[in-house]
């Protein structure tokens, strides 16, 4: 085994472009976009290198178009973008959810809505990247707030995609994709990949979509004698469009029945001081450092606070914060949006209990803007 490993001066985005080579991603489809370009730019030179393939695509929606046919293919595939690709993907993801095809889409935030401030930082794409497309699909989101994050986070969502076949998206921001940090990565034998199930049965009993006795059927690349239908439409376990509700029903229960039977491995956080806190803040991105930061400092004067960090955001991890809000009398969510997670927060833990934090010009808060809060609530 080889267990040597390196430190390395890496940009967010590079750490994301190299997260996603270690996983076992052999296509990459995009378009340039502020400030997401340097993970196309690396992995132009990278997956060649690696056997695989980078196409530059006319647009987001043919990039996501073809991140998916190169997945059904048999490729670990991804895209990634900002807000404004997002929001241009947002069919293709719901295709992806209803035929539950294997994809990462990377979205490094920026300063919206509309083009906005393309190198300026925000958080505004939390929604959008549950919610963005029609219809009720369920949804993997994980958010980084480091460069090392970015890498482990960026493995992870491959793994995710691939054991749950399901589209998943890494939401960063434009701070923790242009930031550089030293990090050490894991030597490759190191780093655990998740490979596409197999299928013992033959190609004539083969059903893509069946619905039982696994969650996640196995789903076998096109050109491998495995021959099944694809559509955007709903579908009976072959694959073929259906209008019978006694087909559609147990196939819509059992995407959301894969994720919320697997929340225990799906749910990433980080807690700290917890426990005996009387204030909690709750954040995610580079929100989280400055947060970290107000967090100690408050200590630092003998408040109680404590510190929950989210790295899914999709689905909500409502157990975690349901638990700590039982005890607390007040919640501080800080983002760099008008107030998105904090809805969740307050859904779980009672409007009277959350005050939020927020701020939407471009501009990172300050650990003094959080300390205030803090301290106004607790005194």
């Given at each position: 085994m080889n267990t040597s490993i390196h430190s390395v001066l890496m940009q967010g985005d590079e750490a994301c472009a190299e997260g996603a080579i270690a996983a076992g991603c052999r296509f990459f489809a995009g378009y340039p976009i502020t400030p997401a370009t340097e993970i196309a730019e690396l992995l132009a030179r990278r997956l060649p290198q690696v056997g695989g393939v980078f196409i530059q695509m006319e647009d987001e929606i043919a990039s996501l178009a073809a991140v998916i046919g190169a997945s059904v293919g048999g490729a670990k595939a991804m895209t990634a973008t900002s807000g404004p690709g997002l929001s241009l993907m947002q069919e293709h993801i719901g295709y992806a959810a209803m035929a539950e095809i294997p994809c990462v889409i990377v979205d490094v935030q920026r300063l919206g809505p509309a083009t906005g401030r393309p190198t300026s930082p925000a958080q505004g794409d939390v929604m959008a990247a549950r919610w963005g497309s029609h219809g009720d699909y369920p949804i993997i989101v994980l958010s980084p707030s480091s460069v090392r994050e970015v890498f482990d986070l960026t493995v992870k969502a491959f793994n995710f995609a691939e054991q749950y076949r399901t589209p998943v998206i890494l939401l960063m921001d434009e701070v923790i994709g242009h930031m550089r940090?030293?990090?050490?990565?894991?030597?490759?034998?190191?780093?655990?990949?998740?490979?596409?199930?197999?299928?013992?049965?033959?190609?004539?009993?083969?059903?893509?979509?069946?619905?039982?006795?696994?969650?996640?059927?196995?789903?076998?690349?096109?050109?491998?004698?495995?021959?099944?239908?694809?559509?955007?439409?709903?579908?009976?376990?072959?694959?073929?469009?259906?209008?019978?509700?006694?087909?559609?029903?147990?196939?819509?229960?059992?995407?959301?029945?894969?994720?919320?039977?697997?929340?225990?491995?799906?749910?990433?956080?980080?807690?700290?001081?917890?426990?005996?806190?009387?204030?909690?803040?709750?954040?995610?991105?580079?929100?989280?450092?400055?947060?970290?930061?107000?967090?100690?400092?408050?200590?630092?004067?003998?408040?109680?606070?404590?510190?929950?960090?989210?790295?899914?955001?999709?689905?909500?991890?409502?157990?975690?914060?349901?638990?700590?809000?039982?005890?607390?009398?007040?919640?501080?969510?800080?983002?760099?949006?008008?107030?998105?997670?904090?809805r969740e927060v307050e859904r779980v833990a009672g409007r009277h209990k959350v005050h939020r934090i927020n701020r939407a010009d471009g501009e990172i808060m300050q650990p003094s803007e959080i300390v205030a809060v803090i301290e106004g609530w607790t005194v």
């Open positions: 940090e030293r990090v050490t990565l894991p030597p490759p034998d190191a780093i655990e990949r998740t490979e596409r199930a197999v299928t013992t049965v033959p190609p004539e009993w083969y059903k893509p979509y069946e619905n039982f006795p696994a969650d996640v059927p196995p789903l076998l690349p096109f050109g491998e004698g495995y021959r099944y239908h694809i559509t955007g439409l709903h579908h009976d376990e072959r694959g073929y469009p259906t209008e019978q509700v006694d087909e559609i029903r147990p196939w819509l229960d059992r995407i959301f029945r894969k994720i919320e039977r697997n929340l225990s491995d799906i749910l990433l956080y980080e807690e700290n001081g917890v426990e005996d806190a009387e204030t909690l803040v709750i954040a995610y991105g580079v929100t989280a450092r400055v947060a970290r930061h107000a967090v100690e400092m408050s200590r630092e004067r003998g408040r109680k606070v404590g510190f929950l960090k989210l790295q899914t955001l999709w689905p909500f991890p409502e157990e975690v914060v349901e638990h700590a809000a039982a005890r607390l009398h007040r919640i501080v969510v800080p983002e760099l949006n008008m107030g998105q997670l904090a």
